[in-house]
C-alpha cells in the first residue's frame, strides 16, 4: 500500500464523518504500533482503511467487502483485523491487530464525543479526566461500545494509558479532524 492508493480509497468514502473517522483510527493505530513494536506503516493503514465499503454494503458484509477491495495490498493480517472489528461478521478477533482495531475505532467516538461537548468544541480541551469521567457515564454517547473499548488490555494497557495514548494521537490530527 502507498499513500497515493490509500488516499484514492478514502476519497471514495463519500461522507466527510466517516473520512474523518477513519483519519483518527489510522493515527491511533499508529501509536499504538510504535508502542508495541509493531508495524506503523501496517497498522496505520489498517485504521485508514477498515471503513473503505461501509457505505457500499449492509452491516453484516461490513469489513468482508473492505478486505476483499484491499486483497493484495495489505498483508493478510490486516485484511483479518478489517473483518474482525465488524463482529457480525463472524470473524473472531484473535491477534493484537484485530484487539488494537477494535478498541481504537470505538475510542475515537468517545474521543470526538467529548470534544464537541467542550466550550470551544475542540480536542485541546479534552483530558484523560475528561475521557475517564464520560467513559463511565453510560447516556454519553450511547452508540460507543465501552467493552470494545477495554479491548485495550488485551493488546497490554489499562484503559487510562489507552485514553491517553489515543487522545494524544488524535490531537496530532486535530486539524485534519476539524476539531
Known amino acids: ?53 461501509y457505505e457500499q454494503v ?32 463472524g470473524v473472531e478477533a484473535k491477534t493484537k491487530l484485530d484487539y488494537a482495531l477494535i478498541a481504537s475505532d470505538a475510542i475515537s467516538g468517545l474521543i470526538v464525543a467529548s470534544a464537541l461537548v467542550m466550550p470551544d468544541k475542540k480536542l485541546k480541551s479534552v483530558t484523560v479526566k475528561t475521557l475517564k469521567n464520560k467513559f463511565k457515564d453510560k447516556s454519553f454517547a450511547r452508540k460507543v461500545d465501552r467493552n470494545k473499548i477495554m479491548y485495550c488490555e488485551k493488546i497490554g494497557f489499562s484503559i487510562e494509558q489507552f485514553f491517553e495514548i489515543a487522545l494524544e494521537a488524535m490531537k496530532g490530527v486535530a486539524n485534519q479532524l476539524g476539531l
Open 1 to 53: 500500500m502507498d499513500e497515493e492508493k490509500a488516499l484514492q480509497f478514502l476519497n471514495g468514502v463519500k461522507n466527510e464523518n466517516l473520512r474523518k473517522h477513519m483519519v483518527a483510527v489510522a493515527a491511533i493505530m499508529k501509536k499504538l504500533a510504535s508502542m508495541l513494536g509493531e508495524d506503523e506503516e501496517t497498522w496505520y493503514y489498517t485504521g485508514l482503511l477498515h471503513d473503505i465499503d
Open 58 to 89: 449492509d452491516m453484516k458484509e461490513h469489513g468482508i467487502k473492505s478486505a476483499e477491495m484491499l486483497q493484495g495490498l495489505l498483508p493478510e493480517d490486516a485484511l483479518h483485523a478489517i473483518m474482525a472489528h465488524n463482529e457480525m461478521t
